[in-house]
């Protein structure tokens, strides 16, 4: 089980190339699905999320991730989650008062987007978390209201996408790390 994770964390990365093929919407469902098994602080879930499928809707999204010409590599994207914060969540009794309800949300929703790609690779389905977004654009084109400033790009990969990671080594990257005798 652990060489599965292993290979699927080391198999996942950002695709800048990809292909036309469509995605079924039930399959963006499954990967939404089980992304939402996440863990959140005090359960408190703070996502929610818009998807788009179709061409037309495609068209759109892009539009609110293109500005200036940013992310000229989304053209053949065939699917967007956009994540939305909660922005009044709720958190365990008594829990309020050593934080405020706003604390882990950045936190909260990051764990979720890395579910949500390692839960579409699962599936054979290449992402790109996209960070600049025009919330205001999204929002007034699809009619949506709240905070949405990170969206998943969603398709399959052009080619082989697979490229060799470079990463520092666990020394560096590990503060007080001691050699094994």
């Not at 956009?82 to 958190?91: D, F, P, Q, R």
């Not at 365990?92 to 390692?118: C, Q």
């Not at 978390?129 to 790009?153: H, Q, R, Y």
């Amino acid at each position: 089980m652990a060489e599965l994770f292993e290979k699927l964390i080391k198999e996942r990365q950002a695709c800048r190339s990809f292909s036309v093929k469509p995605i079924e919407r039930e399959l963006i469902y499954e990967i939404v699905d089980a992304a939402r098994f996440a863990p959140s602080a005090c359960n408190s879930q703070p996502w929610r999320v818009y998807i788009t499928c179709t061409p037309t809707e495609n068209a759109k999204m892009r539009n609110c991730l293109q500005d200036d010409a940013k992310n000229a590599f989304l053209d053949d994207a065939q699917a967007f989650i956009a994540v939305y914060k909660g922005e009044n969540v709720t958190l365990n009794k008594g829990t309020e008062k050593r934080f405020p309800s706003s604390h882990f949300i950045e936190y909260d929703v990051g764990e979720f987007m890395a579910y949500v790609t390692l839960a579409a690779k699962d599936r054979g389905i290449d992402s790109c978390i996209i960070g600049w977004v025009n919330g205001d654009k999204l929002n007034e084109t699809f009619s949506l209201s709240g905070k949405c400033d990170i969206v998943v790009a969603l398709g399959y990969a052009k080619e082989d996408n697979i490229r060799t990671k470079n990463r520092k080594s666990l020394r560096d990257v590990i503060i007080n790390y001691e050699e094994k005798e």
